[in-house]
């Protein structure tokens, strides 16, 4: 299903047009506008909850972003989301993403489906020659992240993935301080035991197609690589709970809170570009209810708004871990709730203590991260910097905070948990090449490493 882009005659063709003789400011980049010719132009894919706030940033923020397109299959949803983010907008919009690529004239994808459309997607759009932004998690199985890191690189393209922390001054001056060695050789990581997947329960009631819809055809895209399931509203709307479409993706699940953590690990650690060697699950699956609710609530286009007053309380198995790195290092899951940084890690060395969350640093002792030094927390959306260095680094070529194999390694470490538990050998030592991406002493853990993807769904090659 690859693609071909436009873009290369457009431009030609745009060259070819005379420039008038009178510019006003505004085109040339003066009175501080952003001249359109310092724009990238972007196509919106997926438009729920997510990308509601992120085009408000982008709009509020981030003026070099130019949204010329949105995408969904639910038709109902791009009339809804213009009036909810910017009824006077001429963006186009377009059920099939495909179409919107075709005939825009975009520089860039922002993809803020649900979890298992997102390998397709980009892989397609940048196969088409687009640049991509990528919500976390990047992918659904940690072989589908490598697929797209491979055709990222085969095209050439620039990615970045939405783990905000990267491009936030203040983290990396404290992953920085944990590299120089400042709190000694680093021995122990202590993180969060986030709740992982459930599968989509047997014996789920067929329901009506939502208003809006074009009938059966929006719900089998929408349905993507996965197995095909009757349309239930539940399944919609919460599909960030299930197996099948996600790695647990809510406040205190794994993919959700859980990828920002662990990528903030990661960066921490100077490891953004490997693993670690082995995971061992400490304890038996159980089922665990955080006792929080999730703090989304559907919007009017959901198709489970009617939902909107029973509060979805976060549970799901989980099984503390413990990962160990190549030097020793080893990432202790053990934290609940408000036992630690639901957005970070507690990083203990040898001569001190820092713990890492969004927006905020602690160290022991005080004065590491109570230094004149410290650039303090983000300002603003924590969106706002991420964009702006993906809309920089799709004009300057460079490689964005958040590379595709930065997010890939990170959301590794999701999958890697989720693997051990469902293999549940508790005390085993699952050993793990981050080279391969394989196991070296578990089939049934490199089993889990892909999913079969329904046909037509394949991944362009």
Not at 39 to 62: E, F, H, P, Q, S
Not at 70 to 84: G, K, M
């Amino acid at each position: 299903m690859n693609l071909v882009t436009r873009r290369s005659a457009l431009k030609a063709t745009a060259a070819a047009i005379a420039a008038p003789m009178f510019i006003p400011a505004t085109a040339l980049g003066k009175d501080g506008a952003v001249a359109p010719s310092e724009r990238i132009n972007v196509g919106l894919i997926g438009l729920g909850a997510r990308c509601r706030r992120i085009a408000g940033d982008t709009l509020k923020n981030v003026p070099s972003i130019n949204i010329a397109a949105v995408s969904d299959c639910l038709p109902s949803r791009l009339d809804t989301f213009t009036a909810a983010v910017n009824p006077d907008a001429t963006w186009k919009r377009y059920t099939e993403f495909r179409e919107m690529i075709e005939k825009e004239n975009l520089d860039a994808v922002m993809i803020e489906t649900a979890t298992h459309q997102r390998a397709w997607i980009a892989c397609n759009a940048m196969a088409a020659g687009m640049d991509a932004y990528i919500e976390k998690p990047m992918s659904l199985t940690i072989a589908e992240g490598r697929e797209m890191v491979q055709c990222a690189r085969k095209h050439n393209r620039v990615t970045q993935v939405g783990t905000q922390q990267r491009s936030m001054a203040m983290t990396n001056w404290a992953c920085k301080l944990i590299q120089d060695g400042k709190i000694g050789t680093v021995k122990r990581v202590k993180t969060m035991n986030f709740v992982g997947p459930v599968p989509i329960p047997g014996g789920m009631p067929k329901h009506p197609m939502p208003e809006g819809s074009d009938g059966a055809k929006w719900w089998d895209v929408w349905t993507n690589q996965a197995e095909f399931h009757e349309y239930n509203a539940n399944l919609f709307y919460n599909w960030i709970n299930y197996l099948d479409y996600d790695g647990g993706g809510r406040s205190f699940g794994v993919t959700g809170w859980g990828a920002h953590a662990y990528d903030q690990i990661q960066n921490g650690l100077g490891t953004s570009l490997t693993g670690p060697v082995s995971i061992t699950l400490m304890e038996d699956v159980h089922h665990f209810d955080t006792g929080m609710s999730d703090f989304h609530r559907p919007t009017d286009d959901d198709p489970a708004a009617t939902l909107a007053d029973e509060p979805k309380k976060i549970s799901g198995p989980v099984g503390r871990c413990v990962m160990r790195y190549e030097n020793g290092t080893e990432i202790d899951f053990s934290l609940r709730n408000e036992q630690g940084p639901s957005f970070g890690a507690v990083f203990e060395g040898t001569e001190g203590k820092i713990e890492i969350n969004r927006n905020k640093v602690a160290s022991n002792p005080k004065e590491l991260t109570d230094s004149p030094e410290n650039p303090g927390p983000n300002k603003g959306s924590e969106n706002n910097p991420h964009l702006q260095n993906f809309a920089d680094c799709v004009k300057s070529r460079e490689t964005a905070n958040a590379d595709i194999e930065i997010g890939h390694r990170s959301t590794t470490i999701c999958y890697l948990l989720n693997i051990a538990r469902a293999v549940g050998r508790v005390g085993e030592e699952l050993k793990w090449d981050p080279k391969t991406e394989r196991f070296t002493n578990c089939d049934e853990g490199n089993k889990l490493l892909s999913r079969e993807r329904r046909k037509g769904w394949e991944l362009p090659s």
